[in-house]
């Protein structure tokens, strides 16, 4: 035990004391969540601006309830002259300018945005179906009822933080146990270890403490600086994203030997496990979802410890799962981490 100790002592305060490993593992990421979950803000659209010209009765002569639906979504201000009102709206200064001719609503908008347009366009179709509605004074056939599958009070950094903080125990783990590795060979301490009265074992846990006290290191700024600063709101089991973590730092671990053990240098170890670590965050919607990629990446995302450990703490964290939602993405990393481990096993090289 105390050789064990010394060791894990070693690479936290290696990892510690250097500043780029800190920068990349923690800093970065946290920078990412910040920045993402600014711009995301609260979720809420904000309102289309429109240019009114002249009189439009649809909008005049609302009521008062009507009028403060109406300013829920539209911004409206008022014009005299039709072509500047025209030219702002093919400025991009507001989204659509409305008018009324012969008892018609014209609303015109520019092309060059299709999702503003499509938002206006839905916008005015619905005020002018109430309308008609109100006017002929019969009760819509339909009623049309709509509610997101989360508690209303979730955001859109609750979406954020899972990835990211995937992306950064994959970053962390892989190429901490890479770097030591090539380091501690290159320096020929390797070469004494192996010469000491000190077992494999002892290394290999040390080094898998260092990994999971990181991970978890990481995953508490994470939360707690969303839960702080961002409105988080943990749901369901959340309290699974503990063992996950833990099995997502062994698999990210275990990709890290596999690169040290094949890698000579430290500019190798750190390419080989870039190349690992960042296509992957890609491909696992670490930084955006894969709803709309083709279903071949979706397929080859599976076979990736990363998607798993993103779509395991969505679950449980966001989706408000039980405890079960996050046993077979476990599953999936310990697996991963025994194959990979074994193939690292298989390369390993006390000397250069």
């Known amino acids: 035990m105390t050789s064990l100790?010394?060791?894990?002592?070693?690479?936290?305060?290696?990892?510690?004391?250097d500043r780029s490993a800190l920068f990349f593992s923690?800093?970065?990421?946290?920078?990412l969540l910040v920045l993402l979950g600014g711009l995301a803000g609260d979720g809420q659209r904000d309102r289309s601006t429109v240019v009114q010209v002249g009189r439009v009765a649809l909008l005049d002569g609302a009521s008062a309830a009507t009028r403060r639906s109406l300013d829920d979504v539209l911004d409206v201000r008022r014009e005299t002259d039709l072509a500047a009102a025209l030219e702002q709206v093919r400025d991009g200064?507001?989204?659509?300018?409305?008018?009324?001719?012969?008892g018609r609503v014209v609303v015109r908008y520019s092309?060059?945005?299709?999702?503003?347009?499509?938002?206006v366009r839905g916008t005015f179709d619905a005020i002018v179906q109430n309308a008609n509605v109100a006017?002929?004074?019969?009760?819509?056939?339909?009623?049309?009822?709509?509610?997101?599958?989360?508690?209303?009070?979730?955001?859109?950094?609750?979406?954020?933080?899972?990835?990211?903080?995937?992306?950064?125990?994959?970053t962390g783990a892989a190429f901490g146990a890479a770097l030591s590795l090539v380091n501690w060979r290159v320096s020929g301490l390797l070469r004494r270890l192996r010469l000491a009265p000190i077992g494999a074992g002892s290394v290999v846990g040390a080094r898998v403490g260092v990994s999971v006290t990181i991970a978890l290191a990481q995953t508490a700024v994470f939360f707690l600086a969303a839960v702080l600063f961002f409105g988080l709101q943990l749901s369901g089991a959340w309290y699974m994203a503990v063992p996950l973590v833990v099995?997502?730092?062994?698999?990210?671990m275990a990709l890290g030997l596999l690169a040290g053990a094949i890698a000579r240098t430290e500019e190798a170890a750190s390419g080989i496990a870039n190349i690992i670590v960042l296509p992957m965050?890609?491909?696992?919607?670490?930084f955006f979802p894969l709803d709309d990629a083709p279903e071949w990446i979706r397929a080859v995302s599976?076979?990736?410890?990363?998607?798993?450990?993103?779509?395991g703490l969505i679950d449980v964290t966001v989706r408000g799962d039980g405890p079960a939602a996050a046993l077979g993405p476990m599953a999936f990393l310990l697996a991963f981490s025994a194959v990979v481990a074994l193939i690292a096993s298989r390369v390993f090289r006390w000397e250069r």
């Open 5 to 17: 100790r010394s060791i894990a002592r070693a690479m936290f305060l290696g990892f510690v004391r």
């Open 26 to 31: 923690i800093a970065f990421p946290l920078l």
């Open 93 to 102: 200064d507001v989204d659509a300018v409305v008018l009324e001719q012969g």
């Open 111 to 119: 092309a060059a945005d299709q999702v503003t347009a499509a938002t």
């Open 135 to 170: 006017a002929t004074g019969q009760p819509p056939r339909f009623r049309l009822s709509t509610r997101q599958v989360e508690d209303d009070s979730l955001e859109p950094i609750q979406y954020f933080t899972p990835g990211l903080l995937g992306w950064a125990i994959a």
């Open 247 to 252: 099995c997502a730092a062994l698999a990210f």
């Open 281 to 286: 965050a890609f491909l696992s919607g670490s």
């Open 302 to 311: 599976q076979a990736f410890p990363l998607r798993h450990l993103t779509d």
